[in-house]
């Protein structure tokens, strides 16, 4: 009933841009917050930014100045714009919500996208 769906990610040589947007799909009450992690081959997942529903922003130190997030409460989406990307921004994106919604009865849910390829060559 509670989707998170990715999209925006591809191949991107080093110094370019991409923009992930992920869509949030179902009976919602509302969303607390929202947040992008990735994770790349051999290495633990990490968040890279989240968003409040009052649109208070955390970054992680490696994407602070490059990255930037933002929502529309009204689409229930998330954005993440990415600038000056490096080789090391390669890994697989996340889309990731907390919020309520109902099934049967309304509830909280932590709900995980399927993620999205992000590969910055050389």
């Known amino acids: 009933q509670v989707q998170l769906v990715e999209s925006g990610g591809g191949l991107v040589q080093a110094g370019g841009s991409l923009r992930l947007s992920c869509a949030a799909s179902?009976?919602?009450?509302?969303?607390?917050?929202m947040g992008w992690y990735r994770q790349a081959p051999g290495k633990q997942r990490e968040l890279v930014a989240s968003?409040?529903?009052?649109?208070?922003?955390n970054y992680a130190d490696s994407v602070k100045g490059r990255f930037t997030i933002s929502r529309d409460n009204a689409k229930n989406t998330v954005t993440l714009q990415m600038n000056s990307l490096k080789p090391e921004d390669t890994a697989v994106y996340y889309c990731?919500?907390?919020?309520?919604?109902?099934?049967?009865?309304?509830?909280?849910?932590?709900?995980w996208g399927q993620g999205t390829q992000v590969t910055v060559s050389s």
């Open positions: 990731n919500a907390y919020l309520l919604a109902r099934e049967i009865a309304y509830r909280f849910y932590t709900t």
């Open positions: 179902g009976n919602i009450f509302s969303i607390n917050d």
């Open positions: 968003i409040t529903s009052g649109g208070s922003t």
